[in-house]
């Protein structure tokens, strides 16, 4: 085997042990929310509380089923920053003064804008999206019952959907300096990104 090859097999088995951590740290935090799920269900009802929502399990599984989703859904949240500090541990050796440079401010950043969708989507948002929901066609006549399975998957759609927008320009600009995607491609598709 050729030093080449060996560095190559070194390279994948720090991979493998990387992928294993972050699958145990999932199962773990997984397990961690299942067993005590309660302060964050409490945490993730509070907006619906707050307009005097209440919320039923329509089936006999959907309660139990919920927490599943809560503690899976949590656990995914939770392990996106563990995979980011794993994937720069990773990828950091292989990279250029320069690219480090850029990398390491961009790996902060990252997180930062994570955490910070999170919290613009469940403070602000969410509440938004419920009030339009809730106060949408008042006066027809139609009573809401909502389903605490549809309302736990509304609201982790919105957490996921505002981290991933919040993270997109950061990812441009990184791409921008490394010099992957060209700025003149960008302005080009910006009419096509307006519309999306």
């Known amino acids: ?39 964050i269900l409490s945490l993730i009802r509070r907006p619906a509380v707050a307009l005097g929502i209440p919320l039923y399990a329509l089936r006999p599984q959907e309660k139990f089923l919920t927490y599943i989703r809560v503690a899976f859904s ?46 613009f989507a469940f403070l602000v948002i969410v509440p938004v999206a419920l009030g339009f929901f809730v106060n949408f066609r008042a006066g027809d006549g139609i009573q809401p019952l909502w389903s605490f399975r549809e309302y736990v998957r ?30 003149e491609t960008l302005a080009s598709l910006r009419r096509h990104a307006l519309l999306i």
Do not use: Q, W
């Open 154 to 183: 509304m609201i982790y759609s919105l957490l996921f959907a505002f981290c991933l927008v919040f993270e997109s320009p950061l990812v441009l600009l990184v791409l921008l300096k490394l010099e992957i995607v060209r700025l």
């Open 1 to 39: 085997m050729s030093p080449n090859e060996a560095d190559f097999y070194d390279h994948l088995e720090i991979l493998r042990r990387n992928i294993l951590i972050l699958l145990g740290f999932f199962v773990a935090a997984g397990l961690a929310v299942f067993l005590f799920a309660e302060p």
């Open 74 to 119: 949590t656990s995914a949240v939770a392990s996106v920053p563990a995979a980011i500090v794993l994937l720069t541990a990773f990828v950091l050796p292989a990279l250029s003064k320069t690219e480090k440079r850029i990398f390491l401010p961009a790996t902060l950043g990252v997180l930062l804008l994570f955490a910070g969708g999170l919290l």
